[in-house]
T-cell receptor, first 114, second 112 residues
Framework: DGGITQSPKYLFRKEGQNVTLSCEQN?????MYWYRQDPGQGLRLIYY???????QKGDIAEGYSVSREKKESFPLTVTSAQKNPTAFYLC?????????????FGSGTRLTVV | DQQVKQNSPSLSVQEGRISILNCDYT??????FLWYKKYPAEGPTFLIS?????DKNEDGRFTVFLNKSAKHLSLHIVPSQPGDSAVYFC???????????FGKGTRLSVIA
C-alpha cells in the first residue's frame, strides 16, 4: 500500500537537544511538506520541498532544518534554537501537477519537551 | 496575518440535520480550495475540493460552495452522522502548486 510513514509516533526531548523526525513516502510524489499543529492554531507550514536537493522555508522555519537527499525522504530536525517545540508534527506529500488533488498526510509525530 | 479564516472553533449538530462549516479567505490569488477532515492524533484526510472556476462541487453527502466575490466558501454535510465528528480544516492554494494555507479548523460534533 502506498502512503506516508512518520516515525516515531511519540517523541520526548530534553531541553537543549536536537531531535530528528522521520518522513518517508512511497507514492512517487515530487513535493513534500512539514506542518506543525498547535491547539487552536491550525496547521502552519515549516518547510517544503518540490524537488530533490531543494527546499524552501515556510512561515515558521526558525529553529528547524530539513534535507531532501532522496525523493522518498524528507526528515525534519528540531534544533535547540526552536523556542517552543512541543507540538504535533505532520508530514505531507503531493504530486506536482499544478493543481492540488489533495495532500496525503502521515499520521503525525507528537513531540514533547521534558 | 491569517489568509484563511475559520471563525467558528466549534459546531454542534444533531444527527440527520445539516452541518454548515464556513471559511473566509483574504488572498485574491487563491484559486483552489480544499476541505480536510482530521481525527485526534491522526493526519488530515482529503474530503472535497473546488476550483475557482466553479461555484459548487458535490460528493455524496458533502457539498462545497464558493462565493468568489465574498471570498467565502462553505462545506455542507447532509445528513450529518456521528462519524462526521472531527475537526474540519479549510485550505487554499494559489495557482502554481504553492503550499496549501490552512485555517485554524472547526470542531464538528454530531450528536446522536
Amino acid at each position: 500500500d502506498g502512503g506516508i510513514t512518520q516515525s516515531p509516533k511519540y517523541l520526548f526531548r530534553k531541553e537543549g537537544q536536537n531531535v530528528t523526525l522521520s518522513c518517508e513516502q512511497n507514492l512517487n510524489h515530487d513535493a513534500m511538506y512539514w506542518y506543525r499543529q498547535d491547539p487552536g492554531q491550525g496547521l502552519r507550514l515549516i518547510y517544503y520541498s518540490q524537488i530533490v536537493n531543494d527546499f524552501q522555508k515556510g512561515d515558521i522555519a526558525e529553529g528547524y532544518s530539513v534535507s531532501r537527499e532522496k525523493k522518498e525522504s524528507f526528515p525534519l530536525t528540531v534544533t535547540s534554537a526552536q523556542k517552543n517545540p512541543t507540538a504535533f508534527y505532520l508530514c505531507a506529500s503531493n504530486s506536482d501537477r499544478g493543481y492540488h488533488y489533495g495532500y496525503t498526510f502521515g499520521s503525525g509525530t507528537r513531540l514533547t519537551v521534558v | 496575518d491569517q489568509q484563511v479564516k475559520q471563525n467558528s472553533p466549534s459546531l454542534s449538530v444533531q444527527e440527520g440535520r445539516i452541518s454548515i462549516l464556513n471559511c473566509d479567505y483574504t488572498n485574491s490569488m487563491f484559486d483552489y480550495f480544499l476541505w480536510y477532515k482530521k481525527y485526534p492524533a491522526e493526519g488530515p484526510t482529503f474530503l472535497i475540493s473546488i476550483s475557482s472556476i466553479k461555484d459548487k462541487n458535490e460528493d455524496g453527502r458533502f457539498t462545497v460552495f464558493l462565493n468568489k466575490s465574498a471570498k467565502h466558501l462553505s462545506l455542507h454535510i447532509v445528513p450529518s452522522q456521528p462519524g462526521d465528528s472531527a475537526v474540519y480544516f479549510c485550505a487554499a492554494s494559489a495557482f502554481g502548486n504553492t503550499p496549501l494555507v490552512f485555517g485554524k479548523g472547526t470542531r464538528l460534533s454530531v450528536i446522536a
